[in-house]
């Protein structure tokens, strides 16, 4: 327990009705709060995409929603909606749940258009049904964000 001595204005401030320990004659309140806990949650957790990144030291944090393509590669086209978590300026890093393979070409698009490139799968982490994944632009994207 983390003892924490205030006085009575202060004590009402903080809005900690029940935990009043005790009152000294100079009007100091103890209040007893209990020791910080950490909980396992989404954020503590890195993600197999974010540990991927640490092989690329030139990698940004992104947030940016795409429809991802397999437009080449065993298996034949397939597609779904995910999100750049990282990117450099030269690859992408997101998770995947498509069966994708070392070298297969990619379409990534955004929303709006604006982001309309094909990217070359140049590394994969699998981590259960997920599958965090860098692919390498095969061409130079003038408008991308990350720039050198």
Known sequence: MHSLCCTWSELQALNLPGLIQSACITRQIEVLLPREATAPGRSSRESSTAKLAKFF??????????SLTRVEGKGGLLS??????????HEVLFASTLPL???????????????????????????????????RFTQEVANWIVKP
């Open 57 to 66: 030291p030139d990698s940004t944090p992104l947030r940016i929603a795409v």
């Open 80 to 89: 779904e909606s995910t999100v750049i978590e990282f990117g450099t300026p």
């Open 101 to 135: 393979e070392f070298a297969d070409k990619l379409r990534l698009r955004n929303s709006d258009g604006t982001l309309d490139v094909e990217a070359c799968v140049v590394a994969l982490q699998y981590s259960g049904s997920r599958t965090a994944v860098a692919a």
